[in-house]
């Protein structure tokens, strides 16, 4: 395993810090493991070389390769089951009757392999049955990491993953590809839009603000002032009446943001 010199640690993780918002500094082990082999692979002996070459890749291929090694996308259908029950039954009630121009822009930040996006996807054609052509329903998708947003628009699952949604959803929203693998259908894939999307871009190009936001379980690398920073970023984002849900683990506290909290890590804008 290739060891990390000090000033590559902080040069790493300096540039992660400052472009990505994700805080590497107490993770010497975790990116010599992950790395390491990579390195090797490319030709290289040392770290400094190594990130000398990637700093000067002008494809950008490179340091998208580095950003999915040192990021962890670990998500799962209907995680935090809690939050898209209160989003069907409450929120969902809630656009219904106030958006008169049938627009809905919900924004899935931090999308990682698709499941979320495709979730909320789900419960909206639920929602609306019959009614649903009659309103612009997509949810954005984005994420850093352009591996898993590749594996988000293939929409292929394992079985293990399927079986922990409602059954009558796999049914109706999945086809069967083989004994092991399920197939998201066309039908809620078109509603999804993925894009590749830095939270640390500093002004949103979004034209429209959105009614709903999921950032849920992304901010856990970032330091408390990044994260108040984004929260912002957020709220400035959302429509009045809007919601944004965040992961369990990473609540606000509330003399620091504009939004209202609701319920554990979900929060309204008044």
Partial sequence: MIKLKESEFKELTGYMKANYGINLTEKK?????????????????NFSDYLQFVFNDPSGNEINQLINKLTTNHTYFMREVEHFNYFRDTVMHYLESTCRNKDLRIWSAGCSSG????????????YFGNQKPMWNTKVLATDISQKVLEVAQMGLYSKDAVDTIPKYWRLKYF???????YQIGQE?????????????TEIFPFKKKFHVIFCRNVM????PKTKMELIK???????IGGYLFLGHSESVNKNETNYK????????KG
Wanted: proline letters at 3%.
């Fill in 29 to 45: 082990l975790l990116i010599e493991g992950r790395l390491s082999n990579m390195i090797i692979e490319k030709g290289f002996t």
């Fill in 115 to 126: 499941e979320e996006p495709y979730t909320l996807a789900m419960i909206i054609a639920d």
């Fill in 175 to 181: 086809s069967k590809v083989d004994d092991e693998n």
């Fill in 188 to 200: 809620i894939k078109n509603e999804v839009i993925y894009r590749n999307f830095n939270l640390m």
């Fill in 220 to 223: 856990i690398y970032f330091e």
């Fill in 233 to 239: 970023k957020f709220y400035d984002m959302t429509e």
């Fill in 261 to 268: 909290y609701i319920m554990p890590a979900v929060y309204r």
